[in-house]
């Protein structure tokens, strides 16, 4: 079995600051890993994700994810946020080595203060 | 590219009555289909795995007598809640895959019984 947490269920950031949202994952296999945004009365959108090579994933709009093994982490970064990065991020995980199901967090509500 | 689509956005219905929800993959073939269900302020709940031209896998407490899921084509999905009631009342996202990891979200289905 596998799990995500991601222990912040909001984070509060003021406007051109940096910010990190947290992620965790359990799982007794190699993983895959993503991070998707979903805006209000909306669907996800992938925002990023890693499947092999380069620890270090970036998306087009700044954001960052470094996968760390040892600490089975995959925390979402961004060095300067915007007003219209205000949205819920969701981490998720499935095995590797072709589809398998995906299982999600709960969430982090991050709001952008101007 | 990868861009899902659902209709419709938006639903509201009597309770007793049938809806359906249908989820394209508008630029590629999706040999897998999934539908979730968001409670407000949640993570995604997985419902159910589709594969074209198969029965749909339900996930344990589904029924898959109320939920139906037909999935008759590589790039049509339909998910029908038959003889809705107001617990049903929900977000309704269905996510496609083709033979790979990454699954890539429909915009979601709003749907309110009365």
């Known amino acids: 079995a596998q799990s995500v947490t991601q222990l912040d269920s909001q984070v509060p950031v003021f406007e051109e600051a940096p910010v990190e949202l947290r992620c965790n994952y359990s799982?007794?296999?190699?993983?895959?890993l993503f991070w998707y945004v979903q805006y209000p009365n909306q669907g996800l959108q992938l925002l990023l994700k890693?499947?092999?090579?380069?620890?270090l994933v970036e998306s087009i709009n700044g954001f960052e994810a470094e996968f760390n093994k040892s600490q089975t982490s995959f925390h979402l970064r961004k060095p300067s946020v915007h007003i219209s990065d205000t949205a819920e991020y969701f981490c998720a995980v499935s095995h590797s080595g072709g589809y398998q199901k995906v299982t999600f967090g709960t969430g982090t509500k991050l709001q952008v203060i101007p | 590219g990868a861009v899902v689509s659902q209709h419709p956005s938006w639903v509201i219905c009597k309770s007793g009555t049938s809806v359906k929800i249908e989820c394209r993959s508008l630029?590629?073939?999706?040999?897998?289909m999934f539908w979730y269900r968001q409670f407000p302020k949640q993570s995604l709940m997985l419902m159910a795995t589709s594969n074209e031209g198969s029965k749909a896998t339900y996930e344990q407490g589904v029924e898959k007598d109320k939920f139906l899921i037909n999935h008759a084509s590589l790039t049509l999905s339909t998910l029908t809640v038959t003889s809705a009631h107001p617990e049903d009342s929900s977000f309704y996202i269905c996510?496609?895959?083709?033979?790979?990891?990454?699954?890539?979200f429909g915009p979601g289905t709003r749907l309110l019984v009365l």
């Open positions: 630029d590629f073939q999706a040999t897998t």
């Open positions: 996510s496609a895959a083709w033979r790979g990891e990454t699954q890539y």
């Open positions: 890693y499947l092999s090579g380069s620890t």
């Open positions: 799982s007794s296999v190699s993983v895959y």
